[in-house]
């Protein structure tokens, strides 16, 4: 399985972007799947989960803001992020959990004015 993030960039605060991953293989649908991120300096950190049920879970930095998705018949999961701010400035990866942990080679978003 390989997994091909894209769709960061630059945007003003406040702004809004949506992150891509489009994963290999014929079993997407039962993979837990999961948007990581990682700031300059910082320790990489969850942002988001999604499960096969379509189940979500989400770090507190991203809930009301950031949304989860998946689409099992383009192997893709997404991730809506709205009302950015300068401290949601990192590089974001997609990653599978279900078995082998598998990353993507990870997007950058900055957030600046």
């Known amino acids: 399985v390989q997994l091909q993030a894209s769709g960061g960039g630059l945007v003003q605060p406040g702004g809004s972007l949506r992150l891509s991953c489009v994963a290999s293989?014929?079993?997407?649908?039962?993979?837990?799947m999961g948007w990581y991120r990682q700031a300059p300096g910082k320790q990489r950190e969850l942002v988001a989960l999604?499960?096969?049920?379509?189940?979500?879970t989400y770090a507190e930095s991203a809930k009301g803001r950031f949304t989860i998705s998946r689409d099992n018949a383009k192997n893709t999961v997404y991730l809506q992020m709205n009302s950015l701010k300068p401290e949601d400035t990192a590089v974001y990866y997609c990653?599978?959990?279900?078995?082998?942990?598998?990353w993507g080679q990870g997007t950058l978003v900055t957030v600046s004015s």
């Open positions: 990653r599978k959990l279900s078995g082998t942990s598998i």
């Open positions: 293989g014929s079993i997407f649908s039962t993979y837990v």
């Open positions: 999604i499960a096969s049920t379509g189940t979500t």
